[in-house]
T-cell receptor, first 115, second 114 residues
Framework: GAGVSQSPSNKVTEKGKDVELRCDPISGHTALYWYRQSLGQGLEFLIYFQGNSAPDKSGLPSDRFSAERTGGSVSTLTIQRTQQEDSAVYLC?????????????FGPGTRLTVL | AQSVTQLGSHVSVSEGALVLLRCNYSSSVPPYLFWYVQYPNQGLQLLLKYTSAATLVKGINGFEAEFKKSETSFHLTKPSAHMSDAAEYFCAVSASYNNNDMRFGAGTRLTVKP
């Protein structure tokens, strides 16, 4: 696609429910990143995919968070048993395989509100 | 692990005044440094990046940043603020050539007063 897309743009859920957030990277981009943007916290790295594998999951805050990527394209971030502290904007970014100094291209984000 | 600290979560300037957004980094290897901008209700976009080719880096919209190793800083400046510059600005650092370990600062919200 022309840019990174994310869906839904907004998600309101009740505490304890599971949510799935989707990211569609730029076509042909091999690397994909998930970040969480909380008020006053900046961007918090969650997970990084190279192809379908995740060499770096170090940022996932708890075992309630998981992510997968299939076909080297779309990625889904799943949050189980959501808590109010999970409320944030979840951003996805992708980069190509040019090697040096790859620019991360960001999607518009999914705003998650847990009531 | 590398990290960045942005000094000042909010900066307010008058239109036409100098913009200075501060960023200090920590890295055990020569860093790659970036500034991203996020306009209201939009995704982040790259403003400029330092990749060791030159210490003074020019970006889009008249912004520039200077890499100062002795001060471990990469401050963002613009000589004359415009109303359209109002946004959130993020400094980021990477220790790898392909930037798959990029870490962002907390962000600085820039307000421009008429």
């Amino acid at each position: 696609g022309a840019g990174v897309s994310q869906s839904p743009s907004n998600k309101v859920t009740e505490k304890g429910k599971d949510v799935e957030l989707r990211c569609d990277p730029i076509s042909g981009h091999t690397a994909l990143y998930w970040y969480r943007q909380s008020l006053g916290q900046g961007l918090e790295f969650l997970i990084y995919f190279q192809g379908n594998s995740a060499p770096d999951k170090s940022g996932l805050p708890s075992d309630r968070f998981s992510a997968e990527r299939t076909g080297g394209s779309v990625s889904t971030l799943t949050i189980q048993r959501t808590q109010q502290e999970d409320s944030a904007v979840y951003l996805c970014a992708s980069t190509g395989s040019g090697g040096f100094y790859n620019e991360q291209f960001f999607g518009p984000g999914t705003r998650l509100t847990v009531l | 692990a590398q990290s960045v600290t942005q000094l000042g979560s909010h900066v307010s300037v008058s239109e036409g005044a100098l913009v200075l957004l501060r960023c200090n980094y920590s890295s055990s290897v020569p860093p790659y440094l970036f500034w991203y901008v996020q306009y209201p209700n939009q995704g982040l976009q790259l403003l400029l990046k330092y990749t060791s080719a030159a210490t003074l880096v020019k970006g889009i919209n008249g912004f520039e940043a200077e890499f100062k190793k002795s001060e471990t800083s990469f401050h963002l400046t613009k000589p004359s603020a415009h109303m359209s510059d109002a946004a959130e600005y993020f400094c980021a650092v990477s220790a790898s050539y392909n930037n798959n370990d990029m870490r962002f600062g907390a962000g600085t919200r820039l307000t421009v007063k008429p």
